[in-house]
């Protein structure tokens, strides 16, 4: 894979905000808020470009969880942390045209981030989250097409009884230089997974009818030998 290096260093620095937002979530902030300090703990790591729509974290709250936007439609609202709640965020860091993309689902109980839950329906989505990138890395072969894996994966999600909420139904891209150039984790993309350089898996998923929406996206590659790894 070309500039390996140059794309682990974005995705680091994207996993490395992530994990320190956790602090800043708390009750009363608001999705603008915890999107201005997520843009602002990437800039003190030198990034300050994004390559999905003028989006570089795209942050959802509580019942917002569950909506599926695009970047050119999403504006962060003033919805607030409550004391138990849930929230998501999808990073789109881009330097030099390298880009990362990664995405975390947040519990609040009693007003702050935990990262062990004891609610059931947070229970639920994390492990069925895990689950879904374990079976990714146990599936996805080299010649494994993009719409070998949509099928597979959200057969799993109907398995576990869970919705695909993303409102084009896929379940990741390619990551590219050019944002229309994405090649879909969907139905009817024949292309094989080595294709392209790299790839995210980011099921956005729900149970029916439930307040939470669960996002977990990492980006991932096939090395000299054909193994799939994580970025």
């Not at 994207?14 to 603008?32: P, Y």
């Not at 045209?97 to 990262?115: H, K, L, Q, T, Y």
């Not at 994405?182 to 292309?191: D, L, M, P, S, V």
Request: hydrophobic share 35%; with cysteine.
């Amino acid at each position: 894979m070309k500039n390996i290096n140059e794309y682990k260093t974005i995705q680091r620095s994207a996993k490395e905000v992530l994990g320190e937002i956790k602090h800043f979530i708390v009750k009363g902030v608001t999705e603008k808020d915890i999107s201005d300090e997520c843009i602002e703990l990437l800039r003190e790591k030198g990034i300050t470009e994004c390559w999905y729509h003028g989006v570089p974290a795209l942050v959802l709250c509580g019942s917002r969880s569950r909506v599926s936007v695009s970047g050119r439609d999403y504006i962060a609202s003033e919805e607030m942390v409550s004391d138990t709640d849930l929230v998501t965020i999808d990073l789109s860091p881009s330097k030099e045209n390298i880009w990362g993309d990664c995405a975390r689902s947040f519990a609040v109980e009693n007003g702050i981030v935990v990262d062990q839950p004891e609610n059931e329906d947070f229970i639920s989505g994390f492990v069925t989250e895990m689950k879904l990138h374990e079976e990714l890395l146990n599936f996805a072969k080299a010649d494994t097409k993009f719409c070998e894996l949509y099928k597979f994966a959200n057969n799993l999600i109907i398995e576990m009884d869970f919705e695909n909420l993303d409102f084009m139904k896929n379940l990741g891209h390619s990551i590219e230089t050019d944002i229309s150039k994405r090649k879909y984790i969907e139905n009817g993309n024949a292309n094989i997974l080595s294709s392209v350089e790299c790839f995210t898996f980011e099921p956005h998923i729900a149970v029916s009818g439930s307040k939470w929406g669960f996002k977990h996206e990492n980006i991932y590659y096939f090395d000299d030998n054909g193994i799939i790894c994580e970025l």
